[in-house]
C-alpha cells in the first residue's frame, strides 16, 4: 500500500483499516486501481487482481498508471477526464492492445470519480467494452453504511452488483445491517431498511424457502448460494444470492453475511429453455415408435430408447454400454448390426439398411435402420445414432400388394374374356391373350390400332371378311371418351375362327389427378349363349325332331286366322291327328324307329297340304293341320280324308314295314265353336273320341263330346275329392283252407261309395286313378284302415291267418315306400306276421331302381309275400328263385276253365307242383263250385277264395261274420 493510500486511511476511524484491506484486498475482486488527480493521477492503490492482470511488482513506483497508459503528459491527459467527468460521471477508455492479457475479448477502464474527506478520487476498474459489466466484483467484506465514508460510499454505489450486509438475529432471523442503492433498488427504495428483517420484503412465494436458508446460514461456517424465482412484484426475475459469513462488525456471538446477488433471469430463462428442449426432446424420443440407439466411438450403447426396451425386452440398464452383440437371446442379427455401427464409425458415412431382427419371437419383424455418425467440434466421429422403424406391416402389405398383383394378373392373364385398354385416341393399349388367339397373332401386332384398324388387319392377313365402315367397337369407344359414362352392351364381330357374339362392358379410367385417360374393354364370348338362345327360341316355337311349329306356334297362326274369319264372315278348319298305337312302335323297334315315323309323316303332311295350310307337331304322337279357308263342311270332311288316305300308307324302314294307322279330330269355326280356345280343345275331345270308338278314324265335333269330357272330368275331380273325403272303403273276401275249411284270412279289396253314384266298382275308377297318378294314395288308404281293425283283432288270430293287401307296379318307384307302409303299421301297433303284400308280375317287369332291394326289406319286416294272378303275363321262373315270394295265388281264369279244359288241369297241376317243390303256399282265386274244389284239393292247393265261400263283403260284416271286434276300438 502506498504511502498516500496509507493517509487516506489513516484519515478515518480506525476501523477504515481493516475495511480497505477486506475491501479492496479481495483477491476474488475485480482488477481495480485508485488515482489521486491531485498528484497527476499518480497510483495510490491497487488491489492484487490488478497487479496480475498487469503483471506489476509490490514496489511499482507512483508514475506507473499515467507512463504504463499513454503518451500523453499528465496534466494533459487529466484535463481530458476532467472534461469528461463534466459530462458524465463514468468515463471509459479502452485498454490498449499491448497491455490486454486477453487477446480474444475487449476490454476498457472504467474512471469513476468520488470524494473521501472532502478530497476528489478516481477508481479504475477492468470491465468487458461489449457490455459495460463488472467481470467477477465480489468483495469479501463490505463496511457498514454508518461507518463507511464518502469515499467507499461511492464506489459500492457505483456498482452493478447488489451488496448487503446482514446480521442473524437471536430469532436466528436475518437483519439488514447494510445495502448498497443497487440493492435498494431491489428492497425498498427511498427507505430507511437498517435493523429490518429480511423476510419482509420478500414474496410469499419464496418465504419458506427463505426461512429453510436462514437455518442453513445458522449452523453453516462457509460460502453458500442460493436461487430465487421472485414474484409479480419483481416481474419473475430469478435472483441468485451468494452469502460470505464475515465478522466485521466486532460484536461478540454475532454472525454476519456480506451478500451479493444477480439478475440471472436470462440465464435462468435460458436454462428453463433448454430443460424444456430437452424434456421435449427426451418425450419425443422416448415416445416416438421408432427405436433409437446412441453408441459411443467405440459403438457401445450410451443410451437408449422405450421403444428399444419392448422390442428387444430388454431393460435400459442391461443395455447401456454394451455392444449389440453382447446381448443375450437376440439372434444373429446383432453381430450384424454391430458390424453396421463400427463401419458407420470407420467411415463417417450415414447409411440406412434393411435388417430382419431375431428377437426370438414366432414371427422377426423387419426393421428399416438408418445410422447416422455423430461427429465433435474438432470434427472426428463421436459415436453414432441409430433410428430402426419397424417396416413389418408395411412389408407384408407390399408383400401382399405384390401377390394380389400376380393373382390379379393371373386373373387377367387366364381370364376367358378378353380385357383391353384402349388409349383418348382408341388405340389398344393393353390385352390379355385372348384377344391375340381371336386374331391369330401376337399381341405385340395388335397394339397401336384402333378396333376398326383391327377388322382391316384381320382383312389383310387372313382374308376375313370384315366391314368397310367403322367398327361398333370403335363407336362405342368414342362415345365413352365423349360423355365418360360406362356402356354395357352386345356387340359382334369378325375374328380369325368366324363372326363372335360378345357381350362387353366399357368403363372410362382415370388418373391420379382425376383426368381421363384410358377406357377399359371387358368383354366375353357369348356366341355359344347365342346360339343356344336362338335354339331355345326356336324350340319354343317349332319342334326339333321334325322342325314342324310346334302347338303354341299353331295357336298363334290359328289365333289370328279366327280374327280375321270372324270378320271377313268365313270358315277355318283344324284336324288334330293321332298316330294310333305309337307306343307300340317305340316298344317294339326302339325309339330310333319311332323318329323316323314321325319325321316320314311329317314329309307326307307337308307334301299332301295346301300352300296356305299351316302343320304343325303339337304332342309326342299328335300332328295338328289349321285349314285357314273352308267353303262349308262338305269340302272340309273331303280335305281331311284326303289328308288321312295320304298319310295312312305303311312305312318301311329297311327289311321291316310299319303299319300306319291314324285318327282324327276335327272342328270347324264358326260352325262347332265360336272363339280360339274351344276350336282346339274341342279338337282334341274329338280326337279323343275317335280313338276311344274306332282307331282310323275320323270324328268330327259335337255337343256330346263336351259332355261327356265334362262328365270325365266330373269324374276325375270326384275321385281326387273321394280320396280327401275317405270314400273309399274296405271290403274282405276271405281265403279258406281247403283241407278243414277253416278261415285262413282275407284279401282287401277296395270298394268307392260315391255320394252321388253311389257303389262304383274298382274297373270303373281304379284306371282312372292310375292314369291321375292316385293309386298309391288309394292303397295307402286300403293299408291304414285294414291295419286298424288287424290291430284289433290281434288277439284273435292265429298265426296261419294272413290279410292281403294289394300294391300296384308304380307304388315300388316311390322314394318313400317302405317308410311309409313301416309309418302305418307302427301308427297301429299292427303284427306284420298277419299281413301279406301282393305284387303282379308286372311289378317284376317294370324297370324300377332299387326294387329287389325293397322287395327284400319288405319281407325283412316280417311281411308274406304273394304273387298275384300267376300265369297270366310274362311268367318267369326266374322271378320265383330270384325273389323272396312265399305264396302263389293262381288266376282265376285257369280256375273257372278247369272243369271243361284239360289243359287249364295241366297248368294248374304244374304250378301247384312248382310251388310245392319251392315250398310255397298256393291259393286258387275265383273258386265258385264244389267241382272246382274237389280237383283243387285232389292237386294239393291249400286255400281259395271265390264266391263259393263269399263275395267280397265291408269288413265291419266280415268280423260280424267271423266273430271278430266289429268295431275298430273294441279291444
Same mark, same amino acid.
Given at each position: ?26 483477491? #476474488? ?59 458524465? &460521471?463514468?468515463?471509459?477508455?479502452? @485498454? ?45 467484506? !463490505? ?7 464518502? %469515499? ?52 410469499? =412465494? ?31 426475475? /430469478? ?14 456471538? *454475532? ?7 444477480? =439478475? ?43 421403444? %428399444? ?37 470407420? +467411415? ?90 381371336? %386374331? ?31 367398327? !361398333? ?11 365418360? $359414362? ?15 357374339? &360378345?357381350?362387353? *362392358? ?104 295346301? +300352300? ?45 314295314? !310299319? ?15 265360336? #272363339? ?9 275331345? /274329338? ?21 261327356? /269330357?265334362?262328365?270325365?272330368?266330373? %269324374?276325375?275331380?270326384? @275321385?281326387?275329392?273321394?280320396?280327401? $273325403? ?82 300296384? /307296379? ?44 325293397? @322287395? =327284400? ?17 310274362? *311268367? ?96
Amino acid at each position: 500500500m502506498t504511502s498516500s493510500t496509507k493517509d487516506l486511511v489513516d484519515a478515518t476511524s480506525p476501523s477504515i483499516a481493516s475495511i480497505t484491506e477486506a475491501f479492496f484486498s479481495s483477491t #476474488d475482486g475485480a482488477p481495480l486501481f485508485i488515482l489521486d488527480p491531485s498528484s497527476d493521477c499518480r497510483v495510490i492503490f491497487s488491489n492484487p487482481p490488478a497487479k496480475r492482470y498487469f503483471q506489476l511488482s509490490d514496489d511499482c513506483g507512483d508514475q506507473w498508471f499515467i507512463e504504463c497508459w499513454g503518451r500523453d503528459k499528465p496534466d494533459t491527459w487529466l484535463d481530458k477526464f476532467t472534461a469528461q467527468f463534466e459530462k458524465s &460521471s463514468k468515463v471509459y477508455q479502452r @485498454i490498449p492492445d499491448h497491455l490486454l492479457r486477453h487477446k480474444n475479448s475487449a476490454q476498457e477502464l472504467c474512471f469513476i470519480q468520488f470524494k473521501a474527506q472532502e478530497q476528489l478520487f478516481i477508481a479504475a476498474v477492468i470491465i468487458n467494452s461489449d457490455t459495460r459489466v463488472l467481470n467477477n466484483f465480489e468483495p469479501n467484506a !463490505i463496511l457498514s453504511a454508518l461507518e463507511l465514508g464518502d %469515499f467507499y460510499h461511492s464506489v459500492l454505489d457505483n456498482l452493478h452488483q447488489a451488496i448487503g450486509l446482514f446480521e442473524l438475529n437471536q430469532n436466528e432471523k436475518l437483519e439488514i445491517v447494510w445495502l448498497n442503492e443497487k440493492a435498494m433498488k431491489y428492497v425498498a427504495p427511498h427507505t430507511t431498511v437498517k435493523g429490518e428483517l429480511v423476510e419482509s420484503y420478500l414474496p410469499d =412465494n419464496i418465504q419458506y424457502s427463505w426461512g429453510e436458508l436462514e437455518k442453513s446460514l445458522k449452523t453453516s461456517d462457509g460460502d453458500i448460494t442460493c436461487s430465487f424465482l421472485l414474484g409479480d412484484r419483481f416481474n419473475h426475475q /430469478a435472483c441468485e444470492i451468494q452469502f460470505y459469513p464475515v465478522d466485521l462488525l466486532k460484536r461478540a456471538g *454475532s454472525k454476519q453475511f456480506l451478500a451479493t446477488w444477480f =439478475n440471472v433471469t436470462q440465464r435462468y430463462q435460458k436454462e428453463v429453455a433448454e430443460t424444456q428442449k430437452r424434456q421435449d426432446f427426451f418425450n419425443l424420443v422416448e415416445n416416438a415408435p421408432d427405436v433409437i440407439i446412441r453408441y459411443d466411438v467405440l459403438g457401445r450403447r450410451t443410451y437408449v430408447n422405450h421403444m %428399444f426396451e419392448k422390442v428387444t425386452g430388454l431393460k435400459r440398464d442391461d443395455a447401456i454400454g454394451k455392444l449389440p452383440a453382447e446381448l443375450t437371446g437376440i439372434g444373429e442379427s446383432t453381430n450384424l448390426l454391430q458390424r453396421h455401427v463400427m463401419s458407420t464409425i470407420q +467411415s463417417g458415412l450415414a447409411k440406412t439398411e434393411r435388417m430382419v431382427m431375431d428377437t426370438g419371437s414366432e414371427t422377426n419383424p423387419t426393421f428399416e435402420i438408418r445410422f447416422l455418425p455423430e461427429f465433435s467440434k474438432l470434427g472426428a466421429v463421436s459415436g453414432v445414432l441409430l433410428i430402426g422403424r419397424d417396416i413389418t406391416q408395411q412389408e407384408q402389405a407390399i408383400q401382399q400388394t405384390r401377390t394380389s398383383e400376380t393373382q390379379f394378373r393371373s386373373l387377367v392373364e387366364n381370364s376367358p374374356d378378353y380385357i383391353c385398354r384402349y388409349d383418348l385416341d382408341c388405340k389398344l393399349l393393353y390385352s390379355n391373350p385372348v384377344l391375340a388367339r381371336l %386374331f391369330d397373332c401376337p399381341i405385340s401386332d395388335l397394339l397401336g390400332r384402333t378396333p376398326t384398324e383391327l377388322n382391316q388387319f384381320l382383312h389383310k392377313r387372313f382374308g376375313v371378311d370384315v366391314p368397310q365402315e367403322e367398327s !361398333i367397337l370403335h363407336h362405342h369407344l368414342k362415345n365413352v371418351l365423349r360423355t365418360q $359414362n360406362s356402356i354395357e352392351c352386345e356387340i359382334s364381330g369378325p375374328t380369325v375362327k368366324g363372326q363372335i357374339h &360378345s357381350y362387353v *362392358s366399357l368403363t372410362p379410367e382415370y388418373s391420379a389427378e382425376g383426368v381421363l385417360s384410358s377406357v377399359l374393354v371387358i368383354g366375353r364370348d357369348i356366341t355359344e349363349l347365342k346360339e343356344y338362345q336362338e335354339r331355345v327360341d326356336f324350340l319354343s316355337k317349332f319342334d326339333s325332331l321334325t322342325g314342324l311349329p310346334n302347338r303354341a306356334n299353331l295357336l298363334e297362326k290359328v289365333s289370328s286366322k279366327v280374327i280375321n274369319a270372324a270378320l271377313d264372315s268365313h270358315k277355318i278348319g283344324l284336324l288334330v291327328i293321332g298316330v294310333d298305337h305309337f307306343k307300340n312302335i317305340n316298344d317294339s323297334f326302339g325309339y330310333k324307329y319311332g323318329d323316323f315315323v314321325l319325321r316320314a309323316l311329317t314329309a307326307r303332311l307337308q307334301a299332301v297340304i295346301s +300352300s296356305s295350310s299351316y302343320v304343325a307337331r303339337i304332342g309326342a304322337d299328335e300332328f295338328g293341320v289349321f285349314l285357314p279357308t273352308v267353303l262349308n263342311r262338305h269340302v272340309f270332311n273331303n280335305e281331311a280324308e284326303r289328308i288321312a288316305n295320304a298319310i295312312s300308307k305303311p312305312i318301311r324302314i329297311g327289311e321291316t314295314e !310299319i303299319i300306319i294307322s291314324v285318327s282324327m279330330g276335327a272342328c270347324l269355326f264358326p260352325d262347332d265353336a265360336d #272363339d280360339l280356345d274351344d276350336i282346339v280343345r274341342y279338337a282334341d275331345s /274329338a280326337l279323343f273320341a275317335a280313338k276311344a270308338t274306332q282307331r282310323g278314324s275320323i270324328r268330327y265335333y259335337s255337343q256330346e263330346l263336351t259332355d261327356r /269330357a265334362l262328365e270325365r272330368m266330373e %269324374f276325375r275331380n270326384s @275321385i281326387r275329392s273321394g280320396i280327401k $273325403n275317405k270314400e273309399f272303403c274296405v271290403y274282405l273276401q276271405p281265403k279258406i283252407s281247403l283241407f278243414d275249411g277253416s278261415l285262413m284270412g282275407a284279401e282287401a279289396l277296395v270298394r268307392w261309395h260315391h255320394p252321388r253314384r253311389g257303389l262304383v266298382t274298382p274297373d270303373s275308377f281304379i284306371p282312372v286313378a292310375e292314369e291321375m297318378g292316385l293309386i298309391s294314395e288309394i292303397d295307402m288308404l286300403v293299408l291304414d284302415q285294414l291295419c286298424e281293425y288287424l290291430s284289433s283283432w290281434r288277439s284273435l288270430l292265429d298265426d296261419g291267418q294272413r290279410f292281403a293287401v294289394n300294391l300296384s /307296379a308304380v307304388q315300388f318307384n316311390r322314394q318313400d315306400l317302405i317308410s311309409s307302409i313301416d309309418k302305418i303299421v307302427q301308427l297301429h301297433h299292427c303284427d306284420t306276421a298277419n299281413l301279406e303284400l301282393e305284387i303282379t308280375e308286372g311289378v317284376l317287369l317294370v324297370h324300377c331302381e332299387h326294387l329287389e332291394e325293397k @322287395i =327284400n326289406e319288405l319281407k325283412a319286416m316280417g311281411f308274406t309275400l304273394a304273387l298275384d294272378d300267376f300265369g297270366t303275363g310274362y *311268367s318267369s321262373l326266374s322271378y320265383l328263385s330270384r325273389y323272396p315270394i312265399d305264396v302263389l295265388k293262381i288266376d282265376r281264369s285257369f280256375i273257372m276253365d278247369m272243369n271243361q279244359s284239360k289243359s287249364s288241369q295241366v297248368l294248374v297241376k304244374t304250378i301247384v307242383s312248382m310251388a310245392q317243390n319251392l315250398d310255397m303256399k298256393v291259393v286258387a282265386e275265383g273258386v265258385e263250385d264244389h267241382d272246382q274244389v274237389s280237383l283243387l284239393r285232389e292237386y294239393g292247393v291249400d286255400l281259395a277264395q271265390g264266391f263259393l265261400y263269399s263275395k267280397p263283403i265291408p269288413i265291419e260284416q266280415f268280423a260280424e261274420k267271423y266273430g271278430l271286434p266289429v268295431s275298430k276300438s273294441a279291444i
